[in-house]
């Protein structure tokens, strides 16, 4: 895996005049915070954000809710996907996977439950998504951390068991996520085939987390694909920037291409 700034000329030929530019959210254009409801880009990211928009598309693909990224993004004319694929929105396009009426009181059921088997590990954190579920344990001391982990899986085991549910894992999350074949790769498939029927944009796809590398097997054979990690290690994408200070350094630069 090749550092993007090592590799300038290599990714810019690829790229050309116009990609189309797709993101994870935290850890990708903001950085990771202790309590996931206390997060926002930044007044830098943001305006940049708005150049970049006014020349190239832009979408937002993010285990949030499609609600909550689209309000803490903020901006017009840019697709969003939220619940890792489950939700998308954007200019004339718009797909909600699965049938909310069945999924969000099952997703519901397994919250309260978590909530009360939880309740005694100070600082776990549980957000009902409405299509997915999160538990979030950043805050919570690490000898608590193999507990939290153990009272988690044997509290989802049934759901998993009754094909309800599939569980993913995170930078200190435990996701919940309903047992369908659709992902982040999937979701960004779609998105670029019915907002590029021709084939004529360059996707880049940027993201952080375990939840990404869907979306970089999904496009190794097209475009770009770029891993956020400190140090380069297994995975799908074929180029890495250490961390949001370069991400925001390479769409920098793509701004002034």
Known sequence: ???????????????????????????????????????????????????????????????????????????????????????????????????????????TDVCRKLSGELGGIS??????????????????????????????EKTVKPYIASGAVRVGRGKKVLEIMPNVDWDKGKAAQWIIEAVDPDGKLTPVYIGDDQTDEDAFLALEKRGITILVSEKPKKSHAKFYLKNVDEVKEFLEKLARC
């Open 123 to 152: 600082g776990a954190i549980i957000k009902n998504k409405g299509l997915t579920a999160s538990v979030h344990y950043r805050l919570v001391t690490q000898e608590k951390v193999k507990s939290l982990k153990k009272i988690f």
């Open 1 to 107: 895996m090749k550092h993007v700034f090592n590799a300038w000329d290599e990714l810019d030929k690829t790229i050309g005049p116009a990609p189309f530019l797709l993101f994870d959210f935290d850890g990708t254009i903001t950085p990771i915070v202790e309590r996931p409801d206390l997060t926002g880009l930044s007044q830098e990211m943001t305006e940049l954000l708005k150049i970049l928009a006014r020349r190239y598309k832009i979408g937002v693909i993010s285990g949030r809710s499609l609600a909550e990224i689209k309000r803490l993004v903020g901006l017009r004319g840019v697709y969003y996907s939220g619940n890792h694929g489950l939700e998308i929105s954007g200019p004339e396009i718009k797909l909600v996977k699965l049938q909310t009426k069945c999924v969000r009181p099952l997703i």
